[in-house]
């Protein structure tokens, strides 16, 4: 394969893409779990994400030297994690989502009471494939138990969980840009931080360019959170393979600052994304390529 910097971003991006779904759909034939949690658990590791969390997390992982190989257990766990909060978000409880990925969501399909234990499934197994990742990369400079606890804030009471609750909770109304601010860092923007920084982390990533790829992936996240709220109101459902219009009775920053205001913020917290990894040069190219791509993206 050519070196990823010479590929364009087409190409690379559905080449780590393939790499991704080529594990989940491995993943899915190896199931070793009880009759009916056989088709919701291989409909969840297969259903056509766009894997940008696990790209991200290998991206990083390639512009600090490592092999995709090595990062892809990690890849495809942080995008099983996504998949259990989407799962969470589209039940009645939360979204009461119809369709997700072109498909009925997971409850109607197969029930609330298996779509949960999907979601609580996925989210653990995750864990044990971020250690698996760990054991084949061997990076010097971080433990297992550093990679893991950015695992655990991004998800837990600080992390996506704590922007679904607030989120949940929330008079719209009431919602000021902060509190939108504090929502979205944390239902999208933390699972874009933490799949950055296990990528690099596992590739033994020096401190210092750790926190300039953390900066770069928090500022990716929220615009990739604002270019979702803007699709929400400028697509169409078959286009998105999800609800639309679900926003109408939330605050949005579509709804704080328009469509074109909303764009053009989601493209200044790109520029500054990319600002933060200017430095790193030539080899965050896909970084960049990926960057771009969420700036561009119409689904
Ligand atoms: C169990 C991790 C976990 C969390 C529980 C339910 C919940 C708390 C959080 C919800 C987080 C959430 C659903 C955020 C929305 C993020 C978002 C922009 C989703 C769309 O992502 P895409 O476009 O979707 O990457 P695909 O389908 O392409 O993967």
Not at 92 to 110: N, Y
Not at 142 to 168: H, M
Not at 199 to 215: C, D, T, Y
Not at 217 to 225: E, S
Request: proline letters at 4%; a negative charge.
């Amino acid at each position: 394969m050519l070196p990823c910097v010479l590929l364009s971003l087409n190409e690379y991006f559905s080449a780590r893409r393939a790499l991704i779904d080529e594990y989940l759909t491995q993943l899915s034939t190896r199931i070793d779990a009880p009759q009916p949690l056989q088709a919701p658990l291989r409909r969840s590791l297969t259903s056509a994400g766009k894997r940008v969390r696990g790209i991200l997390a290998i991206a990083v992982g390639e512009s600090v030297g490592a092999k995709a190989e090595k990062l892809l257990p990690a890849a495809a766990a942080v995008e099983m994690i996504h998949a259990s909060s989407l799962i969470l978000d589209d039940l009645p409880a939360m979204d009461d989502a119809l369709m997700r990925r072109g498909a009925p969501t997971l409850h109607r399909e197969f029930g609330e009471d298996l779509a949960i234990l999907t979601s609580v499934a996925l989210l653990n197994h995750a864990y044990g494939l971020v250690a698996e990742s760990y054991a084949a990369s061997a990076p010097r400079r971080w433990t297992l138990a550093q990679i893991v606890q950015r695992v655990v804030d991004a998800v837990g009471w600080q992390g996506c969980v704590a922007g679904e609750a607030v989120d949940l909770h929330s008079e719209a109304s009431n919602l000021d840009f902060d509190t939108l601010e504090y929502i979205h860092s944390r239902k999208t923007g933390a699972l874009f931080v933490a799949s950055a920084a296990v990528g690099g982390m596992l590739a033994n990533i020096h401190p210092a360019s750790l926190q300039r790829i953390e900066v770069f992936a928090k500022n990716l996240g929220l615009a990739f959170q604002i270019t979702d709220d803007v699709l929400d109101v400028t697509a169409d459902a078959a286009e998105l393979g999800k609800d639309v219009g679900k926003d109408a009775q939330r605050l949005t920053f579509v709804r704080l600052a328009g469509v074109d205001g909303a764009q053009k913020l989601s493209r200044e917290l790109v520029e500054t994304s990319l600002a933060a990894i200017e430095p790193l040069g030539a080899q965050a190219k896909p970084l960049r390529d990926l960057a771009v791509m969420v700036r561009d993206r119409v689904r």
